[in-house]
């Protein structure tokens, strides 16, 4: 069997979750009907989102359901984007180096296609954003800013950013804030109302828009959230029916709401004394994997409170993460890279190269992160098939970046 560490790519739904998917689905009507049937699934749906609401500590009516992570990023970053040139232009978007691919390539493709400029804000060694370099951008000419956003924690690297902070500044600057939290949801307390009351956000300024997914959870994989102010000013992606205060037309997936109302639950309630339990765990890894490979490096904030507690990001010198990630496959243990393959051709990981990181570096990143269902034996699994794997893999050394397709 599998031992799955790959948690931040998707985790294993919670049985309570599939049980509630599979009892949701059995009822029929749609949240839009006015007879009694479509009326108790509306029913249904608004308990889902008043339950996620509280693990967002938002107003029910600020989660705008959605079909995943991706389509809330972009919903939040265009919609912001576009709702912001209504009167006068706007053309800059803020986005520090190092962000996911969802937001990376929405923010290129309104570069591309609707006249932004996209400036990309450094992050130190650890990833973490700099606050003096926002501030300076926010102050050059304010009002010609569209938007910023940023992670609250990164994928790859699990460096926790100063989100409030940024959104105390985009609140002093009179700009909307987006932050992908998808990383960060079930990890650390994310509540949109307290930070937008400490940031000082108000109206459309500060922290307007926060994204989830439920898959990162132990939610089912297709439906996500953007916790949307009620004050956000966004234009829709999708046009239709005006479901969701016109913010997000379709018919709404009532059981993926109520697998997913489960799966917020669960791992709000045992947040905390997961947080303890996998800080533990990935201790012992990071101290394996230290005295196995001496030569690796450990990525990412190395404070214990800087960091997701379930995330362990390494740098193994010499050889190409691609490979481990491999050779770790065959010997039947599932970890990441944390950065995407472009075609087949192993490239180093943008995050790391954002922080600074020499190319070597960035090519022999390994990401390995754990979950609800990680155990010791799974880490002491992965600890046990290392040293072949990188053994093999240094051999193996960096792959020929050009393929036999190029000319
Ligand atoms: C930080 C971050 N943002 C966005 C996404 C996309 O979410 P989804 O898979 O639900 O589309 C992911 C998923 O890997 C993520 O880690």
Do not use: A, E, T, V
């Given at each position: 069997m599998t031992v799955y560490l790959d948690h931040a790519a998707t985790t294993p739904l919670f049985p309570e979750a599939i049980a509630a998917y599979a009892q949701a689905m059995t009822v029929v009507g749609n949240p839009s009907s006015i007879h009694s049937a479509g009326q108790e699934a509306k029913r249904l749906l608004e308990e889902a989102r008043e339950r996620i609401a509280s693990t967002l500590g938002c107003d029910p009516i600020e989660v705008v359901l959605t079909g995943g992570g991706t389509e809330a990023v972009n919903l939040a970053v265009k919609g912001l984007y576009w709702a912001r040139q209504?009167?006068?232009?706007?053309p800059r978007v803020l986005v520090p180096l190092g962000e996911h691919h969802a937001t990376i390539d929405t923010v290129e493709w309104l570069e591309r296609t609707e006249g932004a400029v996209v400036e990309w804000l450094p992050v130190d060694e650890?990833?973490?954003?700099?606050l003096e370099a926002l501030d300076a951008a926010l102050a050059e000419d304010p009002a010609s800013v569209a938007l910023v956003s940023l992670l609250w924690a990164n994928n790859e690297v699990g460096t926790i950013q100063p989100v409030a902070d940024a959104a105390a500044l985009a609140a002093r600057y009179g700009v909307p804030l987006h932050t992908d939290a998808v990383a960060a949801y079930g990890h650390v307390p994310l509540d949109f109302g307290a930070v937008r009351s400490s940031s000082g956000s108000v109206g459309n300024a500060g922290l307007v828009a926060l994204s989830v997914s439920a898959h990162k959870i132990g939610g089912p994989v297709g439906i996500g959230a953007l916790v949307l102010s009620r004050s956000a000013s966004v234009t829709p992606l999708i046009h239709g029916g005006g479901q969701q205060r016109q913010v997000r037309s379709g018919t709404q997936d009532v059981a993926a709401a109520v697998a997913f109302a489960v799966a917020a639950e669960l791992s709000e309630a045992h947040r905390e004394p997961e947080a303890e339990r996998l800080t533990a765990l990935r201790e012992h890894l990071v101290a394996g994997v230290a005295e196995r490979v001496p030569s690796a490096r450990l990525n990412g904030d190395p404070t214990p409170g800087g960091r997701i507690a379930a995330n362990a990001h390494f740098s193994f010198p010499g050889c190409e993460g691609d490979s481990l990630l491999f050779l770790l496959d065959v010997a039947g243990v599932a970890v990441s890279t944390g950065s995407a393959c472009q075609a087949g051709i192993p490239e180093p990981s943008h995050v790391l190269t954002g922080m600074g990181r020499s190319e070597e570096d960035s090519r022999g990143a390994l990401r390995v992160t754990l979950g609800h269902t990680t155990t010791e034996a799974d880490v002491e699994a992965f600890l046990a098939a290392l040293p072949a794997a990188f053994e093999q893999a240094s051999r193996a050394g960096f792959a020929d970046r050009t393929t036999s397709f190029a000319s």
């Open positions: 209504s009167d006068r232009p706007r650890h990833g973490r954003i700099s």
